[in-house]
C-alpha cells in the first residue's frame, strides 16, 4: 500500500481543514488577490497539504489542496503547489514540533518588514501570543528553501509563533495549521496597534518579568483547557 493510501483518512480531514483555513485570510484583510497560503503537516509522515499556487480564494476546495513530500515534491494533486512549498517543507524537516505553517502579507506587517524593524513588546496581546517582540528574518528569494532557512533560524528557540520576512511579509508557525493562522491574525492586529501607537506619541515597553507572566497565563490557563 502506497503511503498516501495510509493516510486516506488523514488527508481527506487535512484537505478539507487547510481549504477552510484559508478563508480566514482574506476574511481578516491579510491578504490581496492569490497572495498568502496555509499549510498542515501530516502527523507521522514525511507529508504536508498545501494551497495550489495562484489560484484565487473563493476557488478553493478540498480537493485542489496539493499533497507534498518534505522536500517539496508533489505526491497528490492536479495543481502546481503553493511558490512557499519548499520553504515551508524546510520548516517542517527542521522544526518537528511544527504542524502547521501560514504566510501572508499583512499590510501593517508588511510595513514593519519593510523597514526590517521588529516590532515591540507594548501591548498585552503581544506578550499573550508572541512572548517578547514579532522579530524580523533575513531577506530571502522567494521559490526555494531560502524562506524556510530564514524562518528557522529566526524561529528557532524564540517565543514567536511568527516572524517578519525582510521586504516580504509574515510567516507564522503552530502546533496546527489553526494555530499558525490565529498567529498570523494576531501578527497583524499588534502591528497596527503599535504604529498607531507610535502615531501618537512613544510606547511604553511591558517590563520582562510581566511580559512573561502574561505569555504563561495566555498560553496555559486562557481560554477552555
Ligand atoms: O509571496 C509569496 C511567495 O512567498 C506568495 O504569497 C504569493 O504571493 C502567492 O503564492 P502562492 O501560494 O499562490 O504560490
Not at 509522515?45 to 495562484?54: A, F, R, T
Request: with cysteine; hydrophobic share 40%; proline share 7%.
Amino acid at each position: 500500500m502506497s503511503v498516501v493510501a495510509e493516510v486516506a483518512g488523514t488527508l481527506t480531514r487535512l484537505r478539507a481543514e487547510v481549504s477552510a483555513l484559508h478563508a480566514h485570510l482574506p476574511a481578516y484583510g491579510l491578504v490581496v488577490w492569490t497572495a498568502g497560503n496555509v499549510s498542515a503537516r501530516v502527523p507521522g509522515h514525511d507529508l504536508m497539504v498545501i494551497k495550489p499556487s495562484g489560484v484565487h480564494y473563493a476557488e478553493l476546495t478540498p480537493e485542489n489542496m496539493v499533497v507534498c513530500d518534505l522536500d517539496g515534491r508533489v505526491v497528490e494533486g492536479e495543481h502546481a503547489p503553493s511558490s512557499d512549498t519548499e520553504a515551508q517543507a524546510y520548516v517542517y524537516r527542521k522544526m518537528p514540533e511544527v504542524g502547521g505553517v501560514v504566510h501572508t502579507h499583512s499590510p501593517y506587517a508588511v510595513a514593519w518588514a519593510a523597514r526590517a524593524e521588529p516590532i515591540p513588546c507594548v501591548t498585552t496581546m503581544c506578550a499573550d501570543e508572541f512572548g517578547g517582540p514579532i522579530p524580523v528574518g533575513p531577506f530571502a528569494m522567494i521559490g526555494d528553501d531560502s524562506i524556510g532557512r530564514g524562518i528557522v533560524e529566526t524561529l528557532r528557540g524564540s517565543r514567536s509563533p511568527a516572524v517578519l520576512m525582510q521586504n516580504h511579509g509574515v510567516f507564522s508557525i503552530g502546533p496546527t495549521a489553526e494555530s499558525a493562522v490565529k498567529a498570523a491574525v494576531m501578527c497583524e492586529d499588534v502591528a497596527r496597534t503599535v504604529h498607531l501607537a507610535q502615531q501618537l506619541g512613544r510606547p511604553v515597553p511591558i517590563e520582562q518579568a510581566s511580559v512573561d507572566r502574561l505569555f504563561d497565563r495566555y498560553q496555559n490557563v486562557y481560554g477552555q483547557r
